[in-house]
Nanobody, 117 residues
Framework: QVQLVESGGGLVQAGGSLRLSCVAS????????MGWYRQAPGKQRELVAI???????DYADSVKGRFTISRDNAKNTVYLQMNSLEPEDTAVYYC???????????WGQGTQVTVSS
């Protein structure tokens, strides 16, 4: 069983920055695909960014140029650097891990990000 623990959420003014972190337990972190999702009130959960084991990244159009996903395999950690935040970025942000070796996936508990106008 893999546990994901997010941190770094909070309240920030529009135009500000936050960095989310997600630490994963287990020994196969370097082989997984990590992602950040978010869910705003009354909306479906949506993909924000993903990063593969090889470091390839992809982003939702709404965050391209503002958010950066990265990973540190030595620390079993994935990051989401969020710049130029907008009120529309307000949501609960979830860390997700997918392990292609066994097909299992896991979710973190979520961290709240609130951007005030």
């Amino acid at each position: 069983q893999v546990q994901l623990v997010e941190s770094g959420g909070g309240l920030v003014q529009a135009g500000g920055s936050l960095r989310l972190s997600c630490v994963a337990s287990g020994s196969l972190f370097s082989m997984n695909v990590m992602g950040w999702y978010r869910q705003a009130p009354g909306k479906q959960r949506e993909l924000v960014a993903i990063i593969t084991s090889g470091g390839r990244t992809d982003y939702a159009d709404s965050v391209k140029g503002r958010f950066t996903i990265s990973r540190d395999n030595a620390k079993n950690t994935v990051y989401l650097q969020m710049n130029s935040l907008e009120p529309e970025d307000t949501a609960v942000y979830y860390c997700h891990a997918y392990y292609p070796t066994n097909g299992n996936d896991y979710w973190g508990q979520g961290t709240q990000v609130t951007v005030s106008s």
